[in-house]
Structure formats: C-alpha cells, structure tokens
C-alpha cells in the first residue's frame, strides 16, 4: 500500500466519531430499559396477541391508523441505510421506488382491496385457495415467502442494523450482528413482540420526527439546497488522486459523481435505473408488495369501511412522499460532508471504513447520525432506529415460524403434538437466522455494495410471476387453477435462472468488474422484471385457455367484474378445508390423549425452571386453536359506500397524483 493511501486509511479511522459520551449512552440505555420494561407489563396483561383476537376484533379500524400502519409496516431501518446508500452512490433516482408508491396504493384501495372484501378471505393464500381451489398454489406462495423473508428482509435488517453499530460504537460487522441477535432474544423473551403492538406506529412518528430534525442539522451543515446541488458533483475522495496509478487501474467514473443525479428519469441503457425499469418494472415489484403482501393487505381488511381504506391508502400516499426528502438527499449531503469515507473507492480504504471492498455508500445515513447530530438527540436517533429494526427482526422470526409451522410442517406431519410444533418453531428460527448471517457476505458485496438496489433485485426476479397471477386472478375470469400454478412455476425457473448465476459470479463493482455473461447479467434487473411478468403472464393465459374454466358460481365476488354479484357462491376449496377439519379433529384427539397421559407424571418430573420455559413456549408459539381460528363473515361483506365520502376520497385520489405527477415531473 503506497503512502496516500495509507493516509487516507488512518484519517479514516481517526476520524471515526463514535458514540461514548455520558449524555448519548444514558439516553441508549433508558430507551431500552423503558421498551423492555413495557414488554415485562406487557406480559401481565390478557392474551391480546392469539390469531383470532388479531383477526375477529372486527374491521373498526379508522383511514388515519390505516394509513399510518400502511406506511409504518412498509418504512424500516433498512430503507434509511439503502435508501441513504444508493443516494449517497449515483443521486436522486432511487427516490422513484417510494414515488412510484403513491400510484400502486391507490390500486390496492380502488381495484383489488374490494374483491379481498367481497371474497370474504382473511389470508393471501387463503384467497387463491378460494379463487383456484386445490392446495399447491398456496402452499407455493408460502415456501416463497419464507424464501424472500430470508433473503430480502431477515438478512438486510440484520446487515443495516449491523451498519448503525458499526459506526456508532466502531465494532466488527459480526460482533455487531450477533449482539443485535442477541438483544432481539431478549425482546421476545420478555414478552416484547406483545408490547411492538403497543409501540410501533409511535416510534415510526419518533423516527420520521427524527429524521426530519437530521435532515435540517444536514442541510445547514452543507449549506442548504442550492449549496448541494453545487458540491455535490465534486464530491470525490481526495486520496484516489494521490494514489500511484499502477497500484490500482481506477476510471474516473468510478468515483466521480454522477451527471445525472438529479435525474429521476435516466438513459434507457446506460443509466444505472433506466427510465422503463423505473416507470414499468418498479410498479410490477410495487404491485406484488403493495396489493399481494398479507402484511400490507391485512391492514386494510381491518378498516370499518372501504372509505376508510381509501382514504387510509391516500394519507399513505402523501406520506411516502417524505423518504426522498429525509432519506436520499441525507446521503447525498453526506457523500459531500464525507466523500474520503462514504465515496471511497480503493478497495483497501473502503474494507478498513466499513468492512467490505465494493464500496462504504451503506453507511451514509449512520455517518450522518453520528457526526452531526448532536449529544443526546444521536444517542436518542440510534435507540430507536435499533428498536424498530429489532421490533422488525422479531416479528419477522415469529411469522415466519408460524408459516413454515402451520402451513408446511403440518402438511408433512399432520398429527403433529402441540409440542412438536413448537420445538419445530424455535428450531426453524434458529435455522433462519444461521443461513441469514451466512447470507450477509452477499449482501454486503451485492449490487455495488448498495443495499436497496440488492433488495429490489432479489424482489425483481422472485415477485413479478405472484404479481402477474394475483392481477389476472382479480381481472380476468378465464384464468384457472393449472394455468396459475405452471405460471407461477415457469416464472419461478426464468427468475433463478436469472438470480442463481448473478450471486454465483457476483454483481461485481466499478473497479472488479463481474463475470457473469452478458446474456445473462447484461439486462438491468427492473428491465427483467417487466419481461418476467409479460412472459409469466402469457403462459398463465396460454394455458388457462387450453383448459377447463372455472364455473362462474365458484368465481361470485372472487373477481372484480362479479364483485358486486349476489348470487351464492360454492366455494372450489370447500372440500379441502373439511378433509383439513377432519385431520385437525383426528390430531386434537390424539393430543389430548396423550396431554391425559403425561399430565400427572410430567408435571412432578419437571422442574420449575423447565415448567417456566414451557410457559414462555406456549406463549410464543401461535398455535391455532379451533376456538382462535378466523372465519369469514357468514354474510356478504359491505362494500357500498356513502356518495359524499366515496366522491370526497375520489376527489383527494386524483389531487394526490397531480401532485405526484407534478414531483415526478419536476425532478425527471
């Protein structure tokens, strides 16, 4: 290493600022004593948390919690590092992920959330169960599911919330991630996830507020808006060009900012998120999230009326206009502040900033928190952005556990013990977490090493097919059960085929470039994302038409043309779901033999620590109970609405995509 660079390595470190003042530390630690305390009085109280208390408290949800849960469910931790990240990287462009939003809500209000209504469903799954009938779909969308909490979710929050410890406390990558596990455990074990129902929309309002603070201590610090539009097209590291050139071959493009990074709309080739890609493939991956995701859609089915979903869907709207302003300009300001540290190119210097050789864009938003805020309000900022990720990460493991409990394990083992599930569940989580850590080298090094470019690829080639078959399930009535699942299952082989040799040769960075061919790698991932849909959706259609359809009294208010019929519906999965009662009536009574059984001489051979361990167990787990299980309203679901609200909501629709329209237009 020549002596530039050596230089530039120990100011880098030098001038790492971590967290170990008195006021910062105190703040950290209250905070947490607080949550956690909340989560021990949590604990206490009745059993809010079974699946049908969630379920059955009845569609009396407001639009405004709606809508603040819609974006609160959406916004983590890792959309503020990625997001800052890819800012800080190549400019505003990104910022067309969260604005393409404000469009793709409005169809889960207007179009899909009123055929989820009118089929009576509770579940994702449990809709094309009822749309399609058979078992394979549903069981498909689960395993993929699983596939995606691990690789895009679990994996990134781990990483992100590594990248504020990081640099917050100065300690290695997995030092990092293993305390944050560790911490997590602590959570759920003092009945944490139980108090996140309490706390969520709170610290998400504490976080926007934060990050506006942020923003503004940001902008005065680089000298306001005008101010980084001018520097931020000279914010290159200083120490590439005192380095020996036969060192390293380094381009200038690789570390030079941009030309057109106030640019939503870029060249359709060379640009890094070609306009198609923003315009057409994000709004496929948007669509599978916004108006396919139990997550999201759960929200709305708990509103009181489909007004009060629309109007949910808006105020979410107008809120995911906040992410470009209190996240990707942030990164930028902080690749201007910070350019030796947050541009770093040379791969040396980059591994001793933050542990990886492609690039240190990642750590732009925690730079940012820990060197211009100041005392207390940083040590405030890290506490709960670390809350939230972790409030994240447990519920993520808890449903994930259930999902491959309830809908896997119990279709290989259908008489499975009460306590064969749970171990099963503790187990599963622990096999997530290790294939989760041993995942994060990847996603360190993906896509540049830039963390929200990594979660929307992987999105990219897994999502479109489920996209594609959910919109033509809803809209088009000819589709049937064997053209969405080969559908589904030729989707899924074009997606890996695409996915498996990109991770395999590496996304590459500007200075080592990938190998991975051109026919496979060369297409941008959003480009792919619109030929993936196109071609999953012809073959959904191809097939569907060489079929038998599907009688239309099987499809009464299962799909949007029919949604406002009343005529009885018979119902395709009803056969199934009795052989399904059947089994669980055989495995309840085999339960509780064996519960008679064991009763006396288990509980005098179990100690007291052990007899509370199992408590704790019983209370994690979400076994459903015949008395929990959800069921849909035996009546047909309302969905009229009154003409002054339905008119106002209409009205507020088409002003928030003028002023969408008008962002988008302002900024391409």
Known sequence: MHSGTTGAMENSSSDKVTINNPADITIIVGYFIMVIGVGIWSMSQANRGTVGGYFLAGRTMT??????????????????VGLAGTGAASGIAVGGFEWNALFIVLLLGWLFVPVYLT????????????????????LYLSVISLFLYIFTKISVDMFSGAVFIQQALGWNIYVAVITLLLITALYTITGGLAALMYTDTFQTFVIIAGAFVLTGFSF???????????????????????MDPEHYNISAHCYTPRQDAFSLLRDPTTGDLPWPGVVFGIAIVGGWYWCTDQVIVQRCLAARSLTHVKAGCIMCGYLKLLPMFLMVFPGMISRV?????????????????????????????????????????????????????????ASIFNSSSTLFTM???????????????????????LCIVAISICWIPVVQAAQSGQLFDYIQSVSSYLAPPIA?????????????????????????VMGLCRMFPEFWFGTGSCIFPSNCPFLVCGIHYLHFAIILFFCTSVLVLIVSYCTQPIDDQHL??????????KEERKDLDLEQEEKEKRACSEAEERRSENNNSDAVTG??????????????CSRGSHQVREQDKPEASETTPNISEDPVWKYTVDANAVIMMAVAVFMWGYYA
Request: include cysteine; proline fraction near 4%; charge should be positive.
């Open 556 to 565: 009464h208010r299962l799909v949007f043309s029919l949604r406002h019929s």
């Open 63 to 80: 639009w405004w919690p709606v809508g603040a849960s819609l974006f609160a469910s959406n916004i983590g931790s890792g959309h503020f």
């Open 603 to 616: 509980e005098e051979e179990k100690s007291g620590i052990w007899r509370l361990f199992g408590r704790f």
């Open 337 to 393: 502040l910070y350019p030796d540290e947050v541009g770093c190119v040379v791969p040396e210097v980059c591994e001793r900033v933050c542990g990886t050789k492609v690039g240190c864009s990642n750590i732009a938003y925690p730079k940012l928190v820990v060197s211009v805020m100041p005392n207390g309000l940083r040590g405030l900022m890290l506490a709960v952005m670390l809350a939230a990720l972790m409030s994240s990460l």
């Open 220 to 242: 005065a610090e680089v000298g306001g808006y005008n101010a980084l539009l001018a520097k931020y097209s000279s914010a290159t590291p200083t120490h590439v060009s005192s």
């Open 407 to 429: 809908d896997i394990w119990t279709r290989i083992r259908p008489l499975a013990t009460e306590r064969e599930l749970i171990i099963v569940g503790r187990v599963w989580i």
């Open 468 to 492: 594609s078959v959910f919109f033509l399930a809803v809209f088009v009535k000819r589709v049937n059960e064997m053209g969405a699942f080969w559908g589904l299952i030729g989707g899924l």
């Open 119 to 138: 089929a009576g469903v509770i579940t994702m799954p449990q809709y094309l169960k009822k749309r399609f009938g058979g078992t394979r779909i549903s």
